[in-house]
């Protein structure tokens, strides 16, 4: 018996220890299943990160655009562009352009919008600025449709009435004479007043008075045909009537600008002759205008001495004899602080003098024609034509005018009249310093590798290769925004004649605004929120704005070739502006460089390369839109230089301690030189509609966006490399091949 027990209790202790075995392997593959589950978590979360980080450049997006089917070698834009313009067929209505530069736009504008809607931060900046007061009335009055449409035109009413006095005008007709253009301005006909920037050698200042032609209000050449003049004809006759109609139901009389006591008949009759007198006078202007359009000078010659006059010599040479302005009384009262001083012997930058020329003769024939009714007529057209704009649904929607609504009044206004303090708003918000710092460390390798360029150029003497480099040191810069923002006592003096009240219209709002904005000093400023880089010639002065520090440009996630494709080849681009075609001019201090200073060898020699340049886009562009490709060639030289500086300038980068790894998976397909060509060319996708290109040939100084991308590219050896083009392919064409730097 005692030892049929024994071996139960050995059997049984066996069994447990099997058990215990199972149990402990059992655990042990939980355990292992655990821990695997665990790791594929962790690494479905870091994916999720990275394909986070993927999506603020549209790296995803960019795996939709990139057509890695089509050959790089015979057009790299559509390469990598293919899926941005396939799946942007359709613009929205409204659109006439989507590209990465409206994107960053319409992110820039809801950035802003969120801004001006938050009630707490009114609140806070309100106690801080009264401007900042000032500006939230005016985004709020600009939004107030409803308003707009309970008071109709009265505003405009009583806005001519104070500026030409009572109703019943008869025997007082309206001269162009300072006094109604010191009321008036700057609702003013025939010429423009402006601020602009002083290149002289011998001008202590940066800034001028500029005055060039006025177009005429309609912007058309065609009035002369019978379907425009109609149709034109048609609008003027119902803005008229809706004018009188608003003044006799609110004021019980006749607009100010109408004689008094008129019956219908007469009334008819009235519109009638202010109608064709406005026709008139619109069709010779258009005609004097497309004649000599071509004669406005381009900046880079305002250095000639002929088109500088003293202020005393303007009204003899540019109004007829019976005509006398006093332009020194006239910029004494409307001009903002910190302009130049200004007297009889003030020289005034004058652009257009053929067509300013015409337009006394014009002047000189309607203040005859008519008994002086033509010119009369015309001059209160002037005071009527801009505020249009601005009234109720029945004008701007006669008009086709922009929309007050959120996006309409902060692109069209608010940015534009209160963009120092708008901007304070936006970098205190959006802009990142880490990524300043960031892109300023890129801009210091731009500058190395741009001196490497001019170093490496055999066209060049030394002695223009020593003043090249002097430039490029001194060359100033404003990575994100502009630190005068941070000036209070100068932005209050630029404000100072800002004056908008609680009770007052829009309208009233619109012209004070108008009157004191309109000649700021020029100064080297532009609000961080824009979506661009530029370049200023007057300054020697680069600046890349806080709107544009954004995918596909920059991001502080991308690789190292991403952002130099991006935000460092725009860095580049913008340098090389001071080494163009226009720049080469222009000094370390933005002076003009003297005739005899000009180095005539290599000027021959930049003239062949320039020529180059003009052949090869006049070859590659549509010349039925732009005949010439002469007009881009500043940009033509820029994007040249800018990519070959870039990519340079990522080499260095690369053989520093601060290379980035390539934390973008889906690029892994690609080496670091492709990865830097695609990120280049993926900033330039964009889709147009015919009109829309029609408009950017004539209006726009850069090419077209495939151009801008695949002549460039196919320029430059290194991108024929890094993608194993051939020699003859399209992207590397070894007939002509294009370099300035």
Request: hydrophobic fraction near 40%.
């Given at each position: 018996?005692?030892?049929?027990?024994c071996?139960?209790?050995?059997?049984?202790?066996?069994?447990?220890?099997?058990?215990?075995?199972?149990?402990?392997?059992?655990?042990?593959?939980?355990?292992?299943?655990?821990?695997i589950?665990f790791?594929?978590?962790?690494?479905?979360?870091?994916?999720?990160?990275?394909?986070?980080?993927?999506?603020?450049?549209g790296?995803?997006?960019?795996?939709?655009s990139?057509?890695?089917?089509?050959?790089?070698?015979?057009?790299?834009?559509?390469?990598?562009?293919?899926?941005?313009?396939?799946?942007?067929?359709?613009?929205?209505?409204?659109?006439?352009?989507?590209?990465?530069f409206?994107?960053?736009?319409?992110?820039?504008?809801?950035?802003?919008?969120?801004?001006?809607?938050?009630?707490?931060?009114?609140?806070?900046?309100?106690?801080d600025?009264?401007?900042?007061?000032?500006?939230?009335?005016?985004?709020?009055?600009?939004l107030?449709?409803?308003?707009?449409?309970?008071?109709?035109s009265?505003?405009?009413?009583?806005?001519?009435?104070?500026i030409?006095?009572?109703?019943?005008?008869?025997?007082?007709?309206?001269?162009?004479e300072?006094?109604?253009?010191?009321?008036?301005?700057?609702?003013?006909?025939?010429f423009?007043i402006?601020?602009?920037?002083?290149?002289?050698?011998?001008?202590?200042?940066?800034?001028?008075?500029?005055?060039?032609?006025?177009?005429?209000?309609?912007?058309?050449?065609?009035?002369?045909?019978?379907?425009?003049?109609?149709?034109?004809?048609?609008?003027?006759?119902?803005?008229?009537?809706?004018?009188?109609?608003?003044?006799?139901?609110?004021?019980?009389?006749?607009?100010?600008?109408?004689?008094?006591?008129?019956?219908?008949?007469?009334?008819?009759?009235?519109?009638?002759?202010?109608?064709?007198?406005?026709?008139?006078?619109?069709?010779?202007?258009s005609?004097?205008?497309?004649k000599?359009?071509?004669?406005l000078?381009?900046?880079?010659?305002?250095?000639?001495?002929?088109?500088?006059?003293?202020?005393g010599?303007?009204?003899?040479?540019?109004?007829?004899?019976?005509?006398?302005?006093?332009?020194?009384?006239?910029?004494?009262e409307?001009?903002?602080?910190?302009n130049?001083?200004?007297?009889?012997?003030?020289?005034?930058?004058?652009l257009?003098?053929?067509?300013?020329?015409?337009?006394?003769l014009?002047?000189?024939?309607?203040?005859?024609?008519?008994?002086?009714?033509?010119?009369?007529?015309?001059?209160?057209w002037?005071?009527?034509?801009?505020?249009?704009y601005?009234?109720?649904?029945?004008?701007?929607?006669?008009?086709?005018?922009?929309?007050?609504?959120?996006?309409g009044?902060?692109?069209?206004?608010?940015?534009?009249?209160?963009?120092?303090?708008?901007?304070?708003?936006?970098?205190?918000?959006?802009?990142?310093?880490?990524?300043?710092?960031?892109?300023?460390?890129?801009?210091?390798?731009?500058?190395?590798?741009?001196?490497?360029?001019?170093?490496?150029?055999?066209?060049i003497?030394?002695?223009?290769?020593?003043k090249?480099?002097?430039?490029?040191?001194k060359?100033?810069?404003?990575?994100?925004?502009?630190?005068?923002?941070?000036?209070?006592?100068?932005?209050?003096?630029?404000?100072k004649?800002?004056?908008?009240?609680?009770?007052?219209?829009?309208?009233e709002?619109?012209?004070?605004?108008?009157?004191?904005?309109?000649?700021?000093?020029t100064?080297?400023?532009?609000?961080?929120?824009?979506?661009?880089?530029?370049?200023?010639w007057?300054?020697?002065?680069?600046?890349?704005?806080?709107?544009?520090?954004?995918?596909?440009?920059?991001?502080?996630?991308?690789?190292?070739?991403?952002?130099?494709?991006?935000?460092?080849?725009?860095?580049?681009?913008?340098?090389?502006h001071?080494?163009?075609?226009?720049?080469?001019?222009?000094?370390?201090?933005?002076?003009?460089?003297?005739?005899?200073?000009?180095?005539?060898e290599?000027?021959?020699?930049?003239?062949?390369?320039?020529?180059?340049?003009?052949?090869?886009?006049n070859?590659?562009?549509?010349n039925?839109?732009?005949?010439?490709?002469?007009?881009?060639l500043?940009?033509?030289i820029?994007?040249?230089?800018?990519?070959?500086?870039?990519?340079?300038a990522?080499?260095?980068?690369?053989?520093s301690?601060?290379?980035?790894?390539n934390?973008?998976?889906?690029l892994?397909?690609?080496?670091?030189?492709?990865i830097?060509?695609?990120?280049?060319?993926?900033?330039?996708?964009?889709?147009?509609?015919?009109?829309?290109?029609?408009n950017?040939?004539?209006?726009?100084?850069?090419?077209?966006?495939?151009?801008?991308?695949?002549?460039?590219?196919?320029?430059?050896?290194?991108?024929a490399?890094?993608?194993?083009?051939?020699?003859?392919?399209?992207?590397?064409?070894?007939?002509?091949?294009?370099q300035?730097?």
């Amino acid at each position: 018996m005692g030892g049929g027990n024994c071996r139960g209790i050995q059997k049984n202790k066996k069994i447990f220890i099997f058990i215990l075995i199972i149990l402990i392997i059992l655990l042990l593959f939980l355990f292992l299943f655990v821990f695997i589950f665990f790791i594929k978590q962790q690494i479905d979360i870091d994916n999720k990160k990275e394909e986070k980080n993927d999506n603020l450049w549209g790296c995803t997006y960019l795996n939709c655009s990139l057509n890695t089917l089509l050959d790089p070698c015979d057009d790299f834009y559509d390469y990598v562009c293919y899926g941005f313009v396939k799946n942007t067929s359709n613009l929205p209505e409204g659109y006439t352009r989507k590209s990465q530069f409206n994107i960053l736009w319409e992110k820039s504008y809801k950035e802003i919008i969120d801004l001006l809607n938050n009630k707490e931060l009114r609140k806070e900046k309100i106690l801080d600025n009264s401007l900042f007061k000032q500006m939230f009335q005016f985004y709020d009055s600009c939004l107030n449709n409803q308003s707009r449409e309970e008071i109709k035109s009265q505003p405009l009413l009583e806005f001519i009435e104070k500026i030409i006095g009572g109703s019943g005008a008869v025997g007082r007709l309206r001269k162009f004479e300072t006094e109604w253009i010191l009321k008036a301005f700057p609702f003013v006909p025939f010429f423009d007043i402006e601020t602009t920037w002083d290149v002289r050698k011998e001008s202590l200042e940066k800034s001028m008075f500029m005055l060039q032609p006025k177009s005429p209000f309609s912007f058309s050449n065609n009035l002369w045909k019978d379907n425009e003049r109609i149709n034109f004809e048609n609008k003027l006759k119902k803005i008229l009537r809706y004018l009188i109609d608003d003044s006799l139901e609110i004021n019980k009389k006749l607009p100010a600008f109408m004689e008094s006591g008129l019956n219908e008949e007469e009334i008819n009759l009235n519109i009638e002759r202010r109608v064709k007198n406005l026709i008139l006078v619109e069709q010779k202007m258009s005609k004097a205008f497309e004649k000599y359009s071509n004669t406005l000078q381009r900046f880079s010659n305002w250095d000639e001495p002929e088109l500088y006059l003293e202020l005393g010599e303007i009204s003899s040479l540019f109004l007829p004899s019976s005509i006398s302005i006093d332009f020194v009384k006239i910029l004494n009262e409307i001009a903002s602080e910190g302009n130049p001083l200004i007297n009889e012997k003030t020289k005034i930058l004058i652009l257009g003098t053929e067509i300013l020329k015409e337009y006394r003769l014009i002047i000189e024939w309607a203040g005859n024609e008519d008994g002086g009714n033509v010119l009369s007529d015309y001059l209160d057209w002037a005071l009527i034509w801009r505020i249009l704009y601005e009234l109720d649904f029945r004008f701007s929607n006669l008009l086709n005018s922009y929309k007050k609504d959120e996006i309409g009044c902060v692109r069209n206004f608010v940015r534009i009249y209160f963009k120092h303090w708008l901007d304070k708003l936006y970098v205190e918000k959006f802009v990142d310093k880490k990524v300043i710092g960031q892109i300023e460390n890129i801009f210091s390798f731009i500058k190395q590798s741009f001196g490497q360029l001019i170093n490496e150029a055999n066209w060049i003497g030394d002695e223009s290769k020593n003043k090249a480099k002097i430039k490029l040191s001194k060359m100033k810069q404003n990575i994100g925004y502009y630190k005068l923002i941070e000036d209070l006592i100068f932005l209050n003096k630029l404000y100072k004649k800002y004056k908008i009240e609680e009770n007052m219209s829009w309208i009233e709002m619109f012209v004070q605004l108008n009157r004191n904005y309109y000649l700021w000093p020029t100064i080297d400023y532009q609000a961080s929120f824009f979506v661009d880089g530029y370049y200023k010639w007057a300054f020697n002065s680069l600046a890349i704005y806080g709107g544009i520090m954004h995918s596909p440009w920059f991001d502080p996630a991308f690789p190292g070739p991403l952002n130099f494709g991006g935000i460092g080849t725009l860095l580049g681009h913008e340098v090389s502006h001071g080494f163009d075609s226009s720049g080469f001019h222009f000094d370390e201090n933005g002076d003009r460089i003297e005739e005899k200073d000009v180095d005539k060898e290599m000027n021959k020699k930049m003239e062949e390369k320039f020529e180059c340049f003009i052949e090869q886009y006049n070859n590659y562009e549509n010349n039925k839109l732009r005949p010439s490709t002469r007009f881009t060639l500043s940009e033509n030289i820029a994007d040249n230089a800018g990519i070959r500086a870039s990519y340079k300038a990522w080499k260095l980068f690369t053989t520093s301690p601060k290379k980035i790894k390539n934390l973008n998976k889906s690029l892994n397909q690609f080496t670091d030189e492709q990865i830097f060509f695609i990120g280049n060319a993926f900033t330039y996708c964009s889709v147009m509609t015919e009109e829309d290109k029609n408009n950017y040939a004539k209006t726009d100084n850069h090419a077209f966006p495939k151009a801008r991308v695949n002549l460039p590219l196919s320029n430059f050896q290194a991108f024929a490399k890094a993608f194993e083009c051939s020699s003859g392919t399209k992207m590397n064409n070894n007939e002509q091949k294009c370099q300035l730097w």
